[in-house]
């Protein structure tokens, strides 16, 4: 009987070629849609799901309220230690702090090896990182002597490739490695590498004690930084695995307890929280981001995305269900027959789900070359490391799920009508031409309704969501960042060589004002410090976002001076312009009532010079935050902005200029390859997921409206056949009007 079905399917898919030609098209796309949107769905949620004890990894964070709300990623320094010593139901700690744009080597010195591009995924790690994160597997060296003396290095097995060519792994160990020129370190062990759906995609790991003996201590304010309980950074972060027994709750808990302990200076309006991020978290969060090249997910995107896919889904389902049921009619006699042979109902009903599911199988085949047509089409707008694999228990699932889905979905309605129909009428053909019966051809109607409803709600969508993407890139930010072009000397060299390098640029007739600071006005790092302040009762303590400047910040990046002054020339801090959030923070209505008062850091006062305008230093998606202005020694200044005079990124007299620019680049910097960025492409980054839903958004709404038309066309054409008798009668009638 099977056997009877599939042919019969088969048979009548050849025979009512059209109709049979818009379902198979129709299901095609759908299911491609859907597919794809699966996998991105699903790439997005299985990262770092590979580690054995993922449950029960968590990561620590910083988070202030009170007198200001505020959020940190990272971690105070000595809090890793505090945890590991008085908190219980933890069974490993695992300290580590993220460098960013390190100059690699190898060998004692630059001339005498490989010279390697900024890296950015160079962490120094605790032992205990691998005890937290145990999904590694060690092919060199061991985990607990490998990373327990200072200037030692682990790195990942495509790194130890990278650095030394095709060698075996325990043939690295031994190897030097110098970053920055600075920092000499010997290779003690090779891990594997994890796979690519990790935010944790780290490739060197350099022993933790080498901070203290080294220069990577600068980054945590030196030796004295890393006493601080109150200096928090997002650079110095921390991952712990409780152990089996202990909940959350507990150690939270813990974790307040050692808040009243060891904060006990600080001002008791502020209050401070050490929450815990569930790793299964760290793909959709927005703070301490470890893997720059990939954006973070978003729940309610990949959410909406699911709906968008199932909707499309069922208005492909929709689109067999009408035709169909209009095609009962020329189906009725053969229903007849067969009922009057003795096919019973349920019979009847098998074949023609047997028939839904040959259609299928077909637009599933169709399906999958257009879901790898598409994903290679739209590359650019998906996340970086998705790919078109079907082959893993997941996918297979999904598609036999969808296989089974739309069978039953799409056929199970049109079966019910046909088997319905009772051998008397069905022989003698008396159905209605519009169905068989008033019900059908209202359900019709509706789904037509539903079909197109959808798609206008998708045009609306996706029309919102650009307008939103260009009000946010159009937006004033609050300061100028046209023709602005930002680039990053290399860290290892002297800082006066920047001063050097920038004296030069200046001179150049296209540009217009040379700026060397920490980074730009808008920007991904963020940098927080706790401030102090003497107010009319007490003093106060205030986190603000610090930005290292110099005294053409300003005019470089047109940023309005309220009140005050604009910073002196010095060689380190000794001054302070403030925000207007920072100003109305200290209690100030007025920008003239801040001038001259001072704040505190590190029992150091430092007036305040000058008030400047708001300005976003992220996304138009979070407010802006209070923050300080400061000349910051030079060496932590490692920047370079420039504003051209032209504002035409690809006229002639840009690229005369940044050939000039290059060239001074070169005479400063010998062998270094020059790289440069504008200050508005980097800005234009903090919406790239906007972007992304925005294109996925009008690709869906293409497709659900060439479905809904193609499916309204079948339907026209089934009606216009059945009602040839009607044509005829008005042969003198326009085609258009017939349609």
Known sequence: MLKNHFTIAFRNLLRYKLHSS????????????????????????????????????????????????????????????AIRKECTGVEAVGHFMTFSNLKISLGAQKEQGKVFEEQNKVVAAEPDYFRVFDSYHWLAGTPQTALSEPFKVVL?????????????????????????????????????????????????????????????????????????????????????????????????????????????????????????QALADLRYSTIGIFNDSLAPANRKTLSALALVAGLLLLIACINFINLATAQSIQRSKEVGVRKVLGGTRGVLISQFLGETLVITLVAM?????????????????????????????????????????????????????????????????KLSSKGSGSGVEWLRKGLIVFQFTFSLALIAGTLIIGRQIKFMQNAEMGFNADAVVHFRPPFQYEPEKRTLLSNQVRQLIGVKGVSIHADAPASQGINTRIFNFKGKKETEDHE????????????????????????????????YLINETALKQLGFKHPQEALGKNLIEDKTEYPIVGVVKDFHSRSLHEPIRPLVLAISPLGQRRELSLK????????????????????????????????????????????????????????????????????????????????????????????????
């Open 156 to 276: 990942t097995e495509s790194r130890a490739r990278f650095y030394f060519g095709n060698i075996e792994p325990r043939a690295a160990l031994g190897q030097e490695i110098n970053y920055n020129d600075s920092l000499l370190v010997t290779v003690s062990g090779i891990v594997s590498d994890l796979p690519k759906q990790t935010d944790l995609n780290f490739t060197d790991f350099i022993s933790f004690s080498t901070i203290s003996q080294s220069w990577l201590k600068n980054d945590v304010g030196g030796l004295e930084g890393m006493k601080e309980w109150g200096s928090t950074t997002s650079s110095s972060q921390v991952f712990i695995k409780l152990d089996k027994t202990t909940q959350t709750e507990r150690l939270s808990k813990q974790l307040a307890q050692l808040v009243k302990k060891y904060q006990v200076d600080k001002d008791p309006k502020l209050k401070l929280a050490y929450p815990l």
């Open 22 to 81: 818009i379902n198979v098209m129709g299901l095609a796309i759908g299911i491609s849609a859907c597919l794809v949107i699966f996998l991105l769905v699903h790439h997005q949620r299985s990262f770092d799901t590979f580690h054995p004890d993922k449950e029960r990894i968590y990561r620590v964070y910083t988070v202030y309220s009170g007198l200001f709300d505020a959020t940190n990623s990272g971690i105070a320094f000595p809090i890793p230690d």
């Open 365 to 429: 085949l169709f399906s999958i070359a257009l879901a790898k047509g598409a994903m290679v089409f739209f590359k650019e707008f998906l996340p970086e490391g998705l790919t078109f694999n079907l082959f893993n228990p997941s996918a297979l699932s999904f598609i036999a799920g969808v296989l089974l889905l739309v069978s039953v979905l799409a056929g199970l309605y049109p079966a019910f009508v046909l088997s319905g129909f009772r051998p008397a009428v069905a022989l003698k053909a």
């Open 544 to 575: 603000f976002l610090v930005k290292g400047a110099d005294t053409a910040y300003l005019n470089l990046y047109d940023i309005t001076l309220l009140a005050g002054r604009n910073l002196l020339p010095a060689d380190s801090t000794r001054e």
């Open 644 to 739: 051209l005079a032209t504002q035409g990124k690809g006229t002639d007299s840009f690229k005369a200029t940044m050939e000039q620019v290059e060239q001074s680049w070169k005479a400063v910097y010998p062998g270094e390859k020059f790289e440069y960025t504008f200050v508005d492409q980097d800005i234009a980054k903090f919406y790239e997921n906007e972007q992304r839903t925005s294109k996925i958004m009008s690709a869906a709404t293409g497709i659900a409206i060439f479905i809904s038309c193609i499916g309204l066309f079948g339907l026209v054409s089934f009606m216009i056949g059945r009602r040839t008798r009607e044509i005829k009668r008005q042969i003198w009638a326009l085609p258009l009007r017939i349609l």
